[in-house]
């Protein structure tokens, strides 16, 4: 069993940055694949960016390339989104997730095994 907790979601403006954080439990971190999702009111959860812990692939949805990074730190456990450029549609709760094993590509929330409580991000105009 894996229990993620997130953090660092908050209320910003236009163009401001911010960095979510997601902790893991458990000694197998460094072989899961991690991601993070996000759901905006009244739409499905969508796939934002993953990184896999096979050669530490990285993957982002095409509205957040350029604008968004992820990665993980195994030492701490823990994977991190950072949010540049900010646009106020990309206001959501943003979930981390987890898998173990084998995964190419992005990620569905169909593929996640583990996922955290989620962490509020409103972006302001």
């Known amino acids: 069993q894996v229990q993620l907790v997130e953090s660092g979601g908050g209320l910003v403006q236009a163009g401001d940055s911010l960095r979510l954080s997601c902790t893991a439990s458990g000694r197998t971190f460094t072989t899961y694949n991690m991601d993070w999702f996000r759901q905006a009111p009244g739409k499905e959860r969508e796939f934002v960016a993953g990184?896999?812990?096979?050669?530490?692939?990285?993957y982002y949805a095409d509205s957040v390339q350029g604008r968004f990074t992820i990665s993980r730190d195994n030492a701490k456990n823990t994977v991190y989104l950072q949010m540049n450029s900010l646009k106020p549609e990309d206001t959501a709760v943003y979930y981390c997730?987890?898998?173990?094993?084998?995964?190419?590509?992005?990620?569905?929330?169909?593929?996640?095994?583990?996922w955290g409580q989620g962490t509020l991000v409103t972006v302001s105009s």
């Open positions: 990184i896999r812990w096979i050669l530490g692939r990285t």
């Open positions: 997730a987890a898998r173990s094993g084998a995964l190419l590509g992005p990620a569905t929330a169909r593929d996640m095994d583990y």
